[in-house]
């Protein structure tokens, strides 16, 4: 049951620890039988991995950019983010990282493409690399080894920037179609409709024709993006809307269906009406209810597939990447979580593999977990854009 709402009017509820990094000789900490280690460090606000077939691990980094308010709750929420390193001078590059000698630490770490705009998702197919900028896809020639991009891209879709401004990529498995994210503006369609036209959707680009089109849509903020292998399914991660109190409503986890709408602006969780949102009752009796509820603001951002036993002791399921709250009373989130799937749908509550993120009072964080993807190695990798450091874990 999704607890009834409780909107808090003009200001949501604030609280999000300080960001401080990893003290020295402290870091997560791993579930019983695993261990971590510091793959790579000293990068600057790591989001996203992507690993090439050759082993090199790229890394994007990228932020908000800091901007001025554009109302109420727009500027408790920027007030904060500020607070939390959460938004500031984007690096706009993707790195790349290298473990040469199998130790499980990356010692060349080189810029592999730079100059971009806000960079997120990335896909390699048919010696092309792909990069999700936050306006829109981009294209560059790759030569298998290299370590670095100095050719210019070419724009091959545009979306609008700002908001959620991530960008994740997901190939299709048969490398025709790329399915893109693409975040609202803003929480409740704030500035009207119009805004939000081509947004909080996932969008699937031809690769032959070079045209795109909506796949889902009513999805605020899908960010991670996976296949299901036993349906072959595409599931995502989903940020729900704020101010509805601490539970309401849950950030999800879903499958997605083609044509599939689910809810936003409108409604959230099936069919449970908004009334801050001015109505369109077809859309809501359209609305499709997400599969998983993965807790209020969790900010689950990282999803991967985890074949039994990359991890020992873990079933088939899904690493996900939880962020963390800023907007409820008690924190949320600040964790790499697991949920465990059995014929091809979620079968269990999460287990934690990383956690100790936070401080115990919760005013600092260490750290907060974003991209998840298996490494070239087997092992699992993670990003930590407030430790700046890419998390390595392995069995114990």
Same mark, same amino acid.
């Given at each position: 049951?999704?607890?009834?709402?409780?909107?808090?009017? #003009?200001?949501?509820?604030?609280?999000?620890?300080?960001?401080?990094?990893?003290?020295?000789?402290?870091?997560?900490? &791993?579930?019983?039988?695993?261990?971590?280690?510091?793959?790579? +460090?000293?990068?600057?606000?790591?989001?996203?991995?992507?690993?090439? $077939?050759?082993?090199?691990?790229? /890394?994007?980094?990228?932020?908000?950019?800091?901007?001025?308010?554009?109302?109420?709750?727009?500027? #408790?929420?920027?007030?904060?983010?500020?607070?939390?390193?959460?938004?500031?001078?984007?690096?706009?590059?993707?790195?790349?990282?290298?473990?040469?000698?199998?130790?499980?630490?990356?010692?060349?770490?080189?810029?592999?493409?730079?100059?971009?705009?806000? $960079?997120?998702?990335? &896909?390699?197919?048919?010696?092309?690399?792909?990069?999700?900028?936050?306006?829109?896809?981009?294209?560059?020639?790759?030569?298998?080894?290299?370590?670095?991009?100095? *050719?210019?891209?070419?724009?091959? =879709?545009?979306?609008?920037?700002?908001?959620?401004?991530?960008?994740?990529?997901?190939?299709?498995?048969?490398?025709?179609?790329?399915?893109?994210? /693409?975040?609202?503006?803003?929480?409740?369609?704030?500035?009207?409709?119009?805004?939000?036209?081509?947004? =909080?959707?996932?969008?699937?680009?031809?690769?032959?024709?070079?045209?795109?089109?909506?796949?889902?849509?009513?999805?605020?903020?899908?960010?991670?993006?996976?296949?299901?292998?036993?349906?072959?399914?595409?599931?995502?991660?989903?940020? *729900?809307?704020?101010?509805?109190?601490?539970?309401?409503?849950?950030?999800?986890?879903?499958?997605?269906?083609?044509?599939?709408?689910?809810?936003?602006?409108?409604?959230?969780?099936?069919?449970? /009406?908004?009334?801050?949102?001015?109505?369109?009752? #077809?859309?809501? +009796?359209?609305?499709?209810?997400?599969?998983? =509820?993965?807790?209020?603001?969790?900010?689950?951002?990282?999803?991967?597939?985890?074949? =039994?036993?990359?991890? !020992?002791?873990?079933?088939?399921?899904?690493?996900?990447?939880?962020?963390?709250?800023?907007?409820?009373?008690?924190?949320?989130?600040?964790?790499?979580?697991?949920? !465990?799937?059995?014929?091809?749908?979620?079968?269990?509550?999460?287990?934690?593999?990383?956690?100790?993120?936070? &401080?115990?009072? *919760?005013?600092?964080?260490?750290?907060? !977990? /974003?991209?998840?993807?298996?490494? $070239?190695?087997?092992?699992?990798?993670?990003?930590?854009?407030?430790?700046?450091?890419?998390?390595?874990?392995?069995?114990?």
């Amino acid at each position: 049951m999704i607890p009834e709402a409780r909107p808090q009017g #003009a200001i949501p509820t604030l609280k999000m620890p300080t960001a401080r990094g990893w003290p020295e000789g402290q870091m997560p900490i &791993a579930a019983t039988g695993l261990k971590v280690n510091a793959f790579a +460090a000293n990068l600057d606000h790591p989001r996203w991995i992507h690993v090439l $077939p050759n082993g090199d691990v790229l /890394v994007a980094e990228a932020m908000s950019m800091d901007r001025p308010p554009r109302s109420l709750f727009d500027y #408790a929420m920027v007030s904060t983010m500020r607070r939390a390193d959460a938004m500031g001078v984007s690096a706009n590059r993707i790195t790349l990282l290298r473990d040469a000698d199998g130790d499980g630490v990356a010692e060349v770490q080189e810029v592999f493409l730079d100059g971009q705009n806000q $960079p997120f998702g990335m &896909a390699l197919l048919n010696g092309t690399f792909y990069v999700g900028n936050t306006d829109g896809l981009v294209a560059f020639p790759y030569t298998p080894g290299a370590t670095r991009i100095t *050719e210019p891209g070419r724009q091959l =879709a545009r979306f609008k920037p700002a908001g959620h401004w991530t960008r994740s990529l997901l190939p299709s498995p048969d490398g025709n179609k790329i399915y893109v994210g /693409v975040g609202s503006l803003s929480n409740i369609a704030d500035f009207g409709m119009k805004e939000e036209e081509g947004r =909080a959707a996932i969008h699937e680009f031809d690769v032959a024709s070079g045209t795109t089109r909506i796949f889902a849509s009513g999805l605020r903020n899908a960010v991670g993006m996976t296949w299901e292998p036993t349906t072959g399914a595409l599931w995502t991660v989903v940020n *729900e809307r704020d101010g509805l109190g601490d539970e309401t409503p849950p950030d999800y986890l879903t499958s997605v269906k083609d044509g599939g709408f689910y809810g936003w602006p409108y409604c959230y969780w099936g069919q449970t /009406v908004d009334d801050r949102v001015p109505q369109d009752p #077809a859309m809501v +009796a359209k609305a499709i209810t997400p599969d998983y =509820a993965l807790g209020g603001h969790t900010a689950s951002l990282g999803l991967c597939w985890l074949p =039994a036993g990359t991890l !020992p002791g873990f079933p088939d399921g899904m690493a996900i990447g939880q962020h963390g709250s800023w907007n409820r009373s008690k924190l949320s989130g600040y964790k790499l979580v697991f949920i !465990p799937f059995e014929n091809g749908r979620p079968s269990g509550p999460p287990r934690d593999i990383l956690s100790g993120f936070l &401080a115990a009072d *919760e005013k600092v964080s260490y750290g907060r !977990p /974003v991209g998840v993807t298996i490494g $070239p190695d087997g092992s699992v990798l993670m990003a930590d854009d407030v430790g700046n450091v890419i998390w390595r874990v392995t069995a114990a």
